[in-house]
């Protein structure tokens, strides 16, 4: 018996295989990718000049002892206790004393100011007679001229007396105090304390030559200690060196801060932005948001769920943020996270 051949048309099986393609899923091919967006609105913004540099205090005072003496550490009144380093002081407070009884006999100073009282007295007589007629204008010049030796020879050995205290020159933290025992005899010359007024700081840097023409003498500053990026002091441009280092091609600026708060202190290191040009109104966006995209710099805006790319063009910037001259609008909707990996006309999706 001869077996029968069944043979399917070729129309029919494409007819099968085309129906199994129309009842399968339909597959989305690309997802969705998440972003957060700003809307773009106009804002003021600054331009720097960026410099580093070591704070120090504008007011600074190294004290030594200038006459030799046995040591007397003074109690800070406000303590009760005897004066340490970090205490505040007050100008013309005793912080220590130097005994010695031989110096202060030879100065004489009880004397030299008995004297100095005697001799005014005498002066203010001769001189009350003289405009009665009772002296001479040689008597007159007389008592003068010997009141005023006595004056000076009393002023001198005030100015002597003085050296074996030592005292506050201005207000004050005393920043370093050296040990001494009590009674230690102390030489001509050793170091006492030192004392600095850090309410306000200097800090002289140097800026490259292109910067020159932007740096000017009362622009303001921003200065901030690396160790505390959110607290930002502001200080001024005091001076401004017309010449550039022949070997670093470099300028000196020199700045003045307020530090009321005693935030920042002297020998810090800081970040100092010097306020070079303002804007009142400008699109600004963040610096790390834009992209290098064939020699363009880009960024992506969404527009009905699809990243858009806008090329733009660049004006002033700063450490974190940029100028926008042209390739956006305000209210914009602007990628600012999950722009990564983004290619124009790329699907996305907004969160919050």
């Known amino acids: ?183 230690q005899l102390v030489e001509v010359g050793s170091l006492i304390c030192q004392v600095m007024d850090y309410s306000r700081l200097y800090s002289e840097v140097t800026l490259p030559g292109k910067e020159m023409s932007r740096v000017k003498q009362g622009q303001e500053t921003l200065v901030t200690n690396y160790g505390r990026p959110d607290d930002t002091l502001f200080g001024v441009v005091t001076q401004v060196s017309p010449a550039l280092d022949p070997d670093s091609r470099m300028f000196k600026v020199g700045i003045e801060i307020s530090n009321d708060s005693l935030f920042m202190r002297p020998g810090m290191f800081a970040k100092i932005d010097i306020i070079v040009e303002r804007r009142d109104s400008a699109i600004v966006i963040p610096k790390d948001i834009v992209l290098e995209r064939r020699g363009d710099k880009v960024v992506y805006v969404v527009d009905r769920g699809i990243a858009v790319e806008h090329h733009l063009d660049i004006g002033l910037s700063n450490r974190q943020e940029v100028e926008v001259l042209n390739g956006l609008e305000v209210n914009d909707r602007l990628v600012v996270e999950g722009f990564e990996t983004l290619r124009n006309r790329s699907k996305v999706k907004v969160t919050k």
């Open 1 to 183: 018996m001869i077996p029968r051949i069944f043979v399917v048309p070729l129309t029919c099986l494409v007819l099968v295989i085309s129906g199994c393609q129309e009842d399968g899923p339909e597959i989305d091919v690309q997802s969705s990718i998440p972003v957060r967006v700003e809307e773009i609105k106009y804002q003021p913004f600054q331009a720097y000049a960026f410099a580093t540099g070591t704070v120090s205090a504008v007011k600074e005072a190294t004290l030594k002892a200038q006459q030799a003496g046995y040591y007397q550490l003074q109690s800070n009144p406000r303590t009760g206790r005897p004066f340490a380093m970090g205490d505040r002081v007050v100008r013309g407070e005793v912080i220590v004393r130097l005994v010695n009884a031989e110096f202060e006999n030879q100065i004489g100073y009880d004397s030299k100011k008995l004297n100095h009282d005697i001799s005014q007295r005498e002066y203010d007589k001769q001189k009350a007679l003289y405009d009665k007629g009772g002296v001479t204008l040689r008597e007159l010049t007389d008592a003068e001229r010997t009141f005023i030796d006595a004056r000076y020879s009393f002023d001198n050995a005030t100015l002597q007396l003085a050296k074996l205290s030592i005292t506050a020159p201005f207000n004050g933290y005393l920043v370093d105090l050296p040990f001494y025992s009590a009674n």
